[in-house]
């Protein structure tokens, strides 16, 4: 446990703001111009440099999920009331009724205005362009826990109770690939490079596919479920990304090895004290960010130690979001508060 660090600050805080609950989503647009934060109360706000918009205020009933489209026109929400919302700028434009289901989960192809949302055990995917359901998936085996297209837009993957589901987007008729394990994945995410798929476990385990490779690695011995999971966009000199992977209170870093037979190195980082909600990678760095109930959010350095914490929340966090070229980050608070800080500039 260490609440102070000696080091240079890398980060400072830049601007505030104040939800009426629980912040349950934040979401940079990739053009970093726009950030996007929803609460338990139903709130939608957008943040623009200062300016705050409210694009839906509290209705009594929780927005979960967000997320912006990969040319940023687009921005998605969903949640309790069953509704996913598009906005285009500031103007709401779609509404999919989809009550009583549940939307928890969604998010956009890397390579289209195609958005995937869960509803119970299925997806649907539904597109901006010509404002149709292009197809619903049916998970099958469980309510849905997961999804992500790969970087490529080729694949969308989906995942709960024993695995992962992957659909190759050409053609959605074909039969999915199936990654089974006999427990249900949590959590679950492509690499940015689309060589691998992780996913973490109910049963204490990390499973890692590498994409054409028919035998995964299984990695154990963690305290509790897998509850996140993040991969860096910059590479190792093996030319592998790095998988963090948080169950309760602790983080475990995970190393591509040379000889497949031994796969992955772990090495384990210790500072919260409480359970961590959120951890992500800086863009194209091992700068790491892991946000949690105790109210801090740590930077790791390399992915290895502590190198600032950032507070200011009055209980814990619940989120955090990297701006696209990594200036600035942001955090949503159990309270409320959506905080952002920038990069502190040499001097």
Known sequence: MNPTTSKTQEFEEYSSGLLSDYVTAIAWSPDGKNLAATSAAGEVIMWNDADLITLQAANGKSADCIAFSPDSNFLAIGGQDGQVKIWQGDQLITTLENAPAWVDKLAWNHTSNQLAFSLGRYVQVWDAE???????????????????????????????????KIWQTQDWDDEPYILSMPTVSVAMAWSPDSKFLASGNMDRSVTVLEWGNPDPWVMRGFPGKIRQLAWSEATTQLGAPIL??????????????????????????T????????????????LLASAAADG????????QEVSQILTGVSAGFSCLAWHPQGNYLAAGGEQGELLIWSKVLPD
């Open 296 to 303: 801090w959010l740590c930077l790791w350095d390399k992915a």
């Open 244 to 269: 963090a992977s948080s169950s309760v209170e602790g983080i475990v870093v995970w190393e591509k090895l040379e000889d497949d037979s031994q796969g992955w190195e772990a090495r384990v980082l």
């Open 130 to 164: 010509t404002n149709d359901i292009v197809v619903t998936l049916n998970f099958d085996n469980s309510s849905v826990l997961g999804i992500d297209w790969r970087k490529d837009g080729q694949y969308l993957a989906i995942s709960g109770y024993q695995g992962v």
């Open 271 to 286: 500072n919260h004290v409480e359970v961590i909600c959120a951890i992500a990678f800086a863009p194209n760095s091992f």
